[in-house]
């Protein structure tokens, strides 16, 4: 049918195309301008490719943001505070993800679209309005504190927003549901008759799950695991909201060096490391995804 | 097998669900609370509607929910058809060159922080002005372009799911029975995807309409979105008329999927019952 289809190559062409100016060259031009030397101009960096006065075509490769990088206690304090932050956070989404797939997925088949929709459901509500509830809630006035206060389980309020434990609620509560989506898909599709087989030849429940469930679900934890880990690397607006202004993540140094200092070798820099940092996840995501998109047809 | 029903399963999902909602039903709480301290319940003067009335009075934030709209739908419109052939091509062209290229596009957007999606698109608008003066001023035209971009992954990826688990038979019968391609195209193959594409309409809207991080780059001056004004708000301090807000749009969402999800489940109710009857014919 579709070689039939007339205008193949338009069809093929016209969203490839797109891709590549607003998605590939982009990157490039991150590459290229982090390899240039900051000058004060508009825009500010010097020209990597320029012909010289006698028609030498020069390339000049300026390596100092990098070296700048790594030398800079900010960065790499900034580095290892963010990739912390991502992968404390998302054993914390598993730990809770995990228990809810399971849930759904052993709930009565009538039952587990409605449980579904509700974990969508905050997906398709404003994310910046979702974090901000959290301020009204763990504020030193808030409502936690005013609840714990009136039940005398504290004489003074606990100091939580703007500090790291609020950076970490606020993130596993914004990406829980990418954790519980692909566990539910996978979990959904184990075959039943394997742990009833288990239970017949005496295995404890625990025990099902942890030679039977588990492993069968290695490939959901993964996907769930990738898309938590690698926008919390990056994230952004929830430390800026709920973090604390001495321990910065990456995101916020980069767009603090790009709006602030007006550094944008530097902050391309900063880019091209957080990518090369998350390489490795997203080529993981990449390869669970793809079988679970192309497995099934 | 011992039925005996766990009860941990579902407590863990009670308090997954509390988890998730409390931090909203907080926000609805409070803004029909009278005080100006958002989390003191003023029980003399409440409930009230005052922040209600303050927010639509706002004209920096009404002014920027029109033209977050206005984006919204331009860009879900373009990134709906952009992704469909994208899902179309990827699923039904077989193997060409470009494939993995394009199949590589269409999920990278998935799981790029933002913060380096808006960068790299600046730096291009930047790069484009300089080569071939346009865009001359960053507004409405680079942040819309820029939300196309990364809605058309998503798009792509629903629509390739629902064109994986599709019964081709259907437009070789057609083809067989003389329909032109275009026509079946039409007539079958749209049809039959439309769910994904009211899906991936709608996500792309959403997306755009949440989006701060990739706007915050590519906008201009005099072109704040609105998630750019909360997010400039908030960073301030609590502020009621902003639960107010949270309110009305929690509450439109809600009323949206609930409404698309009974529609769909409708419209493929009725469409298996007509693939039945057209079988027994």
């Not at chain 1, 404390?88 to 009538?110: K, W």
């Not at chain 1, 391309?268 to 995501?285: G, Q, R």
């Not at chain 2, 969402?253 to 693939?275: K, P």
């Amino acid at each position: 049918m579709a070689r039939l289809l007339p205008g193949r190559k338009v069809v093929t062409a016209v969203p490839l195309a797109w891709l590549l100016l607003f998605f590939l060259v982009p990157f490039l031009i991150v590459l290229k301008i982090s390899f240039s030397e900051g000058i004060l101009a508009m825009p500010p960096y010097a020209p990597m490719i320029e012909w010289t006065r006698d028609g030498v075509l020069s390339i000049k490769l300026h390596l100092a943001n990098y070296r700048f990088l790594f030398t800079d206690a900010l960065y790499v304090d900034a580095f290892l505070y963010s990739v912390k932050v991502a992968a404390i956070s998302t054993a914390l989404c598993l730990l809770i993800g995990y228990p809810m797939a399971l849930g759904i997925a052993r709930a009565p088949a009538a039952r587990r679209s409605l449980l579904l929709m509700l974990v969508i459901l905050p997906f398709w509500t404003s994310f910046l309005l979702r974090v901000y509830a959290w301020i009204g809630l763990l504020k030193d006035d808030g409502l936690i504190n005013n609840l714990l206060i009136w039940l005398h389980l504290m004489s003074s309020p606990l100091h939580m927003v703007n500090t790291s434990f609020a950076v970490y609620v606020g993130i596993v509560y914004s990406y829980l549901p990418f954790m519980v989506l692909p566990l539910y898909s996978n979990l959904e599709k184990h075959d039943a008759t394997l742990l009833e087989a288990a239970a017949d030849l005496g295995a404890a429940p625990w025990k099902t799950f942890l030679r039977i469930t588990w492993p069968l679900s290695i490939p959901g934890v993964m996907a769930g695991a990738m898309l938590v880990f690698i926008p919390a690397v990056g994230e952004y607006v929830i430390p800026t909201l709920l973090g604390s202004a001495n321990q910065l993540m990456i995101g916020r140094v980069l767009s603090d060096e790009f709006f602030e200092n007006r550094d944008w070798p530097v902050a391309s820099a900063v880019a091209i490391v957080i990518l090369l940092l998350l390489l490795v996840p997203i080529v993981i995501f990449q390869r669970y995804n793809r079988r679970e998109l192309e497995g099934s047809g | 097998m011992r039925r005996r029903p766990a009860l941990w399963l579902p407590s863990m999902l009670a308090f997954g669900f509390a988890f998730l909602y409390l931090p909203i039903l907080s926000m609805i709480g409070f803004s029909f609370n009278a005080s100006r301290l958002v989390t003191v319940w003023d029980s003399v003067h409440s409930p009230t509607l005052k922040w209600y009335v303050a927010l639509f009075q706002n004209r920096q934030i009404m002014d920027a929910a029109w033209l977050s709209v206005r984006i919204g739908l331009m860009n879900a419109s373009a990134a709906m058809v952009l992704g469909t052939m994208a899902g179309f091509v990827l699923v039904r062209f077989g193997r060409f060159r470009g494939r993995g290229l394009l199949a590589t596009l269409t999920t990278a957007p998935l799981v790029l922080p933002e913060i380096i999606t808006g960068l790299s698109l600046l730096l291009l608008f930047v790069a484009m002005e300089q080569l071939i003066g346009w865009p001359a001023r960053r507004g409405v035209a680079t942040i819309t372009i820029a939300h196309i971009s990364f809605s058309v992954a998503y798009v792509a990826i629903i629509v390739r799911a629902r064109l994986v688990g599709f019964d081709e038979s259907l437009e070789e019968a057609a083809l067989d029975l003389g329909a032109r391609p275009a026509q079946v195209f039409r007539r079958i193959t749209l049809p039959l995807i439309s769910p994904a594409l009211l899906s991936g309409w709608l996500l792309s809207f959403t997306l755009s309409w949440d989006d701060v991080v990739i706007s915050q780059f590519v906008a201009g001056p005099g072109s704040s979105t609105l998630p750019m004004v909360i997010f400039s708000k908030v960073r301030l301090g609590v502020s009621p008329d902003v639960n107010a807000l949270a309110t009305l749009m929690v509450s439109l969402v809600a009323i949206g999927v609930v409404v698309s999800s009974l529609f769909l489940q409708h419209r493929e109710r009725l469409r298996t019952q007509e693939m039945r009857m057209a079988l027994a014919d």
